[in-house]
C-alpha cells in the first residue's frame, strides 16, 4: 500500500500541498481530480520521491519513500508523466528497454519482460519503429510498455488521455483496467474527465486548493452536489445502461 501522512510541499515560495493525507489501496484505480493548479502532479511528484515533503511522510509496504533508493522505488512504482520526449532516432524496442535500468547488474539484463510489455501495451508490432513516426495514440502505448517494462506494482499516470483523440482515450483506460483486472496492478490517475474517472477508477480523491476535499466511490465523490462544490460547476448526470456508471456533463457555473 502507498501512504501519504500530512505532506507539505513548497515549490518556489508558494506552499503546493496543505497537509495531504492519502491511502492507494492495492489492487484498485484511484482517479486524483481537481480544478488546474490545485496540486494533483505535485501530490504525484510527492508520492514517487520525485520531489521531497517539507513535512509529513510517504510510505510504501510500509517503508518511508524519502529512504529508500531510486532504484529500489523504480522497482514497486512506473510513472508514466504527462510530457515524456524520446530520445532523437530510438526505436520502440530500446526505448522500452529502457524499464529495466533498475534491474540492470553487471551481468547484464533480462529482457524478457520487455517482450511481455511491448505484447500487453499491444505495441510488439512496432517494436523495430522509431518513436518519432508514431501517431499520439501509439506512442501513449510505448510508454506505457516502458513503464510495464519495470514490472512495478503500482502504476501512476499523470494526465494520460492529453493530447489523444477519444478512440485513442478509450483505448489507452481500456488497457490500464484491463491490466489492473488481470494482473492486480495497482493504478493511481490524474485525469481532468470526471466522467472517465466515474467510468474507471473504483476510488476518486478530489484536490482544491492543496487539499484532498473529498475521497470515495465514484457515486459518492462526483454526485451533483459534490462537483458543484468541488469543481463550482451544475452538472447533469446519468447513467451508462451499459456500465451503470455516472456520465457527467457540466451545464455551466454553479
Not at 532523437?88 to 540492470?104: D, F, H, K, N, Q
Request: with cysteine; glycine share 8%; net charge positive.
Amino acid at each position: 500500500m502507498l501512504q501519504a501522512r500530512d505532506i507539505r510541499l513548497t515549490l518556489g515560495r508558494r506552499e503546493i500541498l496543505h497537509g495531504v493525507s492519502a491511502d492507494f489501496e492495492t489492487g484498485r484505480i484511484h482517479a486524483i481530480l481537481g480544478p488546474n493548479g490545485c496540486g494533483k502532479t505535485t501530490l504525484i511528484r510527492a508520492l514517487t520521491g520525485a520531489s521531497k515533503p517539507d513535512s509529513g511522510e510517504v510510505k510504501l509496504d510500509g517503508m518511508p519513500v524519502v529512504r529508500m533508493r531510486p532504484r529500489d522505488i523504480a522497482r514497486k512504482i512506473a510513472v508514466l508523466w504527462q510530457a515524456s520526449p524520446a530520445p532523437e532516432g530510438i526505436t520502440v524496442a530500446r526505448l522500452v528497454s529502457y524499464g529495466r535500468y533498475s534491474y540492470a547488474t553487471w551481468r547484464g539484463m533480462n529482457l524478457a519482460p520487455v517482450d511481455d510489455a511491448l505484447e500487453k501495451a499491444g505495441v510488439a508490432h512496432l517494436a523495430d519503429r522509431r518513436v518519432s513516426t508514431l501517431s499520439g495514440g501509439e506512442r501513449q502505448r510505448v510508454w506505457l510498455a516502458t513503464a510495464l517494462a519495470q514490472e512495478p506494482e503500482i502504476l501512476i499516470l499523470d494526465e494520460p488521455t492529453t493530447y489523444l483523440d477519444i478512440a485513442h482515450q478509450s483505448d489507452i483506460l481500456d488497457l490500464v483496467r484491463t491490466l489492473n483486472a488481470q494482473g492486480g496492478l495497482t493504478v493511481i490517475m490524474v485525469l481532468h474527465d470526471l466522467t472517465q474517472a466515474a467510468r474507471y477508477a473504483h476510488k476518486c480523491l478530489v484536490m482544491r486548493e492543496g487539499l484532498i476535499q473529498r475521497v470515495g466511490p465514484p457515486d459518492q465523490a462526483l454526485s451533483r452536489q459534490a462537483i458543484a462544490e468541488d469543481f463550482s460547476v451544475d452538472a447533469w448526470i446519468t447513467r451508462d445502461p451499459s456500465t451503470g456508471a455516472p456520465v457527467i456533463a457540466p451545464r455551466g457555473r454553479a
